[in-house]
């Protein structure tokens, strides 16, 4: 993921985890 990477997306990276946790894909 490219937020981890530049480690100021975090606001990017927490809206993805609450998107893979809707979808159910548990990536992270």
């Known amino acids: 993921m490219d937020g ?3 480690g100021g997306g975090h606001s990017e990276v ?10 159910g ?3 992270f």
């Open 4 to 6: 981890n990477n530049r």
């Open 25 to 27: 894909l548990g990536t």
């Open 14 to 23: 927490l809206k993805n985890y609450n998107l893979g946790k809707t979808l």
